[in-house]
C-alpha cells in the first residue's frame, strides 16, 4: 500500500522536495485516494514558506497534536522506551533503516513501515492505531487544520468505522496546550532548569529533547489501545 508512505510525506514537515514531485505526489493521491486530491492540490500548490509556516503552528506547537503515536499512549512512562525498541525491531525486519534523528514511534516513519507490508498485514496496522488517528483527527478538525483529512483517510483505507468526530464529546473539554499562556509555562520551566540541566546531563538525543520541551505541559487525554498497535 504505497499510498500510505504518500500520506505520510503529506503529513510531514513540508520540504523542497516534495514540492519539486507535486505533479507526481497529486497523481499518485487522485488515483488511490482520490478523498484526498482537493487537500494535496491546496497544500502542494502554495507557497512552500506558508505551508512550513502553518505546520509549524499546527504540529510542533505542545503534544495534544504530537505525530509521536507514543506520545498518545505512553506519555512519558517507563513503557515508552521498551516500546520504542520492540518498534524499532519491527522496522529492522522489513529492511528499514532510521538515522540518528528519527524516534520510531513518528507517525509518517510508522505509515512508511506499513507500506512495505502485504495489505492484510497493513490495514491490520492501521486499525491498531485507529484510536489514536481518531484523537489526532478530532483535535485537528476542531483546530481548523485542513491535515485532520488524511487522519481521515487513513481511517477509511483501514476500514475502520472511526471518524475525526468520533472522538469530539471527548476532546471537547480538553485545555489546548499550544496557546501563548502553555507555552509560556514551558518554556520558563525550561529557562529555570536550563543550567541544572547542563551541568548533570549532555543528552541531546531526540526524544530527550522533545520530552524536556513538554515535560511541564499541559497534559492531553491518553487513549487505551491495550487491544493492539504497534509493539
Partial sequence: MQILKAIGLLMEYPDD????????????????????????REL?????????????????????TSLLLFEH????SRDRGQAMVDLLSQYETVGLQLNCRELPDHLPLYLEYLSVLPEAEAREGLQNIAPILALLGGRLKQRGAPWYQLFDALLTLAGSTLTSDSVTKQIVQESRDDTRQALDAVWEEEQVKFIEDNATTCDSSPLHHYQRRF???????????SAGGPK
Avoid: N
Fill in 215 to 225: 515535560s511541564q505541559d499541559a497534559a492531553p487525554q491518553y487513549v487505551d489501545v
Fill in 73 to 76: 499512549v505512553h506519555a512519558e
Fill in 44 to 64: 502542494l500548490y502554495a507557497p512552500l514558506l506558508d505551508k512550513q509556516a502553518e505546520w509549524c503552528e499546527v504540529f510542533d506547537r505542545g503534544r495534544a
Fill in 17 to 40: 522536495e516534495l514540492w519539486e514531485y507535486r505533479d507526481e505526489a497529486l497523481a499518485l493521491i487522485q488515483h488511490d485516494a482520490p478523498m484526498l486530491a482537493d487537500f494535496t
